[in-house]
């Protein structure tokens, strides 16, 4: 895998330290389109569950944001589920989506 942008990287570390702050299954960051950044973790509660992209997307919808640029996943299943996938292509049909392992080593980058 290539190396990362900066601005990407940043993604992947702020994802990283959500997953490991409240020790979430996966950790997830995605950046708008004024490049402000939000993080977040799994939420696994017994009314409602999310994916941490998910609850990222949902952080940055409900912060007034109107796309996304990018966005990274940390997780140490080795694979996007496709709700995911689905919460940013809502807003980016091309905007690349990384894949890390805990470690911040990147697996993939889907771009669509």
Same mark, same amino acid.
């Given at each position: ?21 409240? &020790? %979430? !299954?996966?950790? @997830? +960051? ?8 939000? =993080? /977040?973790?799994? *939420? ?9 992209? &998910? %609850? !990222?997307?949902? @952080? +940055? ?8 640029? =990018? /966005?990274?996943? *940390? ?11 689905? !919460? ?25």
């Amino acid at each position: 895998m290539p190396d990362l942008e900066a601005d990407d990287q940043k993604l992947v570390t702020l994802a990283r330290s959500s997953r490991a702050r409240i &020790q %979430a !299954a996966e950790g @997830a +960051a995605v950046r708008d389109t004024d490049g402000r950044t939000y =993080a /977040a973790g799994t *939420v696994d509660q017994p009314s409602f569950k999310l994916t941490a992209l &998910q %609850a !990222a997307v949902a @952080a +940055a919808l409900s912060s007034g944001a109107e796309g996304i640029e =990018a /966005a990274a996943v *940390v997780t140490d299943q080795g694979l996007l589920k496709g709700a995911s996938v689905h !919460a940013v292509r809502d807003l980016a049909k091309y905007a690349p989506i990384i894949l890390a392992d805990p470690n911040g080593e990147v697996l993939e980058v889907l771009t669509r």
